[in-house]
């Protein structure tokens, strides 16, 4: 089906691909794996045709799908045999309700009326559509606007569907709903699926195989279970059976429940760390009482009361679109409550400003893109220093020990994900806020970069920083979290230790909660230093 020979491509003098060989079979789910800067978002823009014609850079060697070769094929050609989904709908989407997006593609092909508004039932009964119809695509769920994109891209009936980490931005329940209809497509469908993620646990079972990406290694085309020992880090999953002692890695957590024994044996008469919420003889650093945000004649957050205390972290978890986002700019100041009153520090970070502002608290969006203000990396962190008033090249002092390789003269949109939310870490924590919010802080991020945010977070509450950060990354939260507040629909459902909630939730529960179950072990580090340790 997709045919790649001898593919080399060079991005400003510097190779990304090398003589790359790859025979992917018809009706087969592929997942493109491997750490950041290894040339997975390259190798879905050379499938698609994007690469060079728009990225720019220097392609040789030949692409075929179905037996078609893309020189001998036009744009249009060459859009019905494969068709991509972005990691963000939004940045595709050209029209407001989900009807007249998923006919667009087809309109602008010059589709017969007929013919158009046959194939336009046919996808949204396929993706489960049909109370979203006539939706403006601004209300959606991330979710459903995956579903919407997916849809979008089948109208053409192509051979091949690219995703680019298609689950980063889902919450664990619309990434499985989107991962179950992926895995129709390949089934009913026949259709080839290729997709780019550094999530893999949930994917790893719907894979036929694994192509594992890493630079300055030849690409391997794996099984599933061959391929996790190829990577930097491996899962949850296959951590948890090398401590029980077994050599093939199971994929799903009920594959792995079945042969654990050996794991909970190890772990009798010992106990999971307790995480301190807080100390009640110490009054929290946060607190907010009765936060009630609306906009407009929506009512955004209802009656929002929590506290944090000082040197830990609090995770929000919730579906897409229930409010996480919403909270932590209102924590920062931006969104002025209906009702309620918010203290950090003793401090209204609503009435706060500049310098005064950042040294109470400090906030890094979905994208950190949208922190920076220069052309190059020193001239960030300069401006950094002069803002906040800090000591000249404190930011750049931080930069170092965050993402040590990043140069100086390099554009600060250039640098990948990892290093973007270093330099944007390094630009807060310059001027020593009291209080640290992220907003998906490991959305695009490799193992290793996810790996060097933990320990970088751990620093930052052990030097007394209090940290919330929104995300659905469930393996982050059981990881570092004292505590767990769950929003649906801008309330709080559920609000307590990071071991009461991860282990009460089918949605947000960790693989070692879920595997472990009910023991209240919530990650494989907690579990490996209990073993380590060998007392209780």
């Not at 195989?209 to 899962?235: I, Y």
């Not at 009630?292 to 040197?311: R, Y």
């Not at 800090?390 to 003269?409: F, K, M, Q, Y």
Request: net charge negative; with cysteine.
């Amino acid at each position: 089906m997709i045919r790649l020979e001898n593919i080399s491509f060079e991005y400003q003098n510097k190779p990304v691909h090398q003589n790359l060989n790859l025979q992917i079979r018809e009706g087969q789910l592929v997942l493109i794996v491997g750490p950041t800067g290894c040339g997975k978002s390259t190798l879905i823009g050379i499938i698609n045709g994007l690469v060079p014609h728009f990225t720019g850079g220097s392609l040789s060697g030949s692409i075929s799908i179905d037996g078609i070769y893309s020189h001998n094929a036009s744009p249009q050609e060459w859009s019905h045999l494969v068709a991509t989904v972005s990691q963000n709908p939004d940045d595709t989407f050209v029209a407001q309700n989900v009807e007249d997006e998923i006919v667009f593609g087809m309109e602008t092909h010059g589709f017969e009326p007929s013919q158009m508004w046959k194939r336009l039932e046919e996808v949204i009964d396929l993706l489960g559509l049909q109370n979203l119809r006539t939706r403006e695509l601004a209300t959606l769920s991330g979710g459903e606007k995956q579903r919407v994109a997916i849809a979008s891209a089948l109208t053409l009936e192509p051979k091949v569907l690219l995703l680019d980490e298609p689950t980063s931005a889902l919450d664990p329940i619309a990434a499985d709903e989107i991962l179950t209809v992926l895995h129709r497509l390949v089934q009913d469908l026949g259709i080839t699926v290729l997709i780019s993620e550094h999530r893999i646990e949930r994917i790893l079972q719907h894979a036929d195989s694994v192509l594992v990406l890493n630079q300055d290694e030849a690409p391997k085309l794996l099984s599933p279970s061959e391929s996790v020992f190829h990577l930097q880090h491996k899962p949850a999953i296959t951590q948890l059976a090398e401590l029980a002692g077994i050599s093939q890695s199971p994929l799903t957590v009920s594959e792995l429940r079945k042969s654990i024994e050996p794991l909970r044996q190890m772990l009798a008469g010992k106990t999971p760390p307790l995480r301190l919420i807080q100390n009640k003889d110490i009054a929290p650093i946060l607190l907010a009482e009765s936060i009630t945000l609306q906009k407009e004649d929506n009512e955004i957050l209802h009656d929002i009361s929590f506290d944090c205390a000082q040197g830990t972290i609090t995770a929000l978890m919730g579906r897409n679109g229930s409010g996480k986002t919403t909270l932590l700019h209102t924590l920062m100041g931006d969104n002025v409550p209906k009702s309620g009153s918010i203290e950090i520090a003793d401090e209204n970070p609503a009435v706060l400003v500049g310098q005064e502002l950042l040294k109470v608290v400090s906030i890094i969006p979905q994208n950190p893109s949208d922190l920076f203000l220069c052309d190059r990396v020193a001239d960030e962190c300069k401006l950094s220093d002069k803002l906040r008033h800090t000591a000249l090249g404190a930011t750049r002092s931080l930069l170092a020990l965050i993402s040590p390789h990043v140069e100086d003269n390099q554009h600060p949109r250039d640098l990948s994900e990892g290093q973007r939310l270093g330099l944007a870490l390094a630009i807060a924590l310059a001027a020593n806020p009291k209080m640290l919010l992220l907003d998906e802080p490991t959305r695009g991020l490799d193992s290793h970069g996810k790996a060097e945010l933990v320990v970088l977070l751990k620093k930052c509450v052990a030097a007394g920083q209090t940290v919330i950060l929104a995300t659905h990354d469930v393996e982050l939260v059981a990881e570092i979290a004292n505590q767990v507040i769950v929003l649906s629909e801008g309330s709080i459902v559920a609000n307590g230790p990071t071991s009461e909630i991860l282990t009460n939730s089918n949605a947000f529960s960790s693989i070692t909660a879920r595997a472990l179950a009910p023991a209240g072990w919530l990650s494989v580090n907690d579990v490996r230093t209990a073993l380590d340790r060998g007392g209780s």
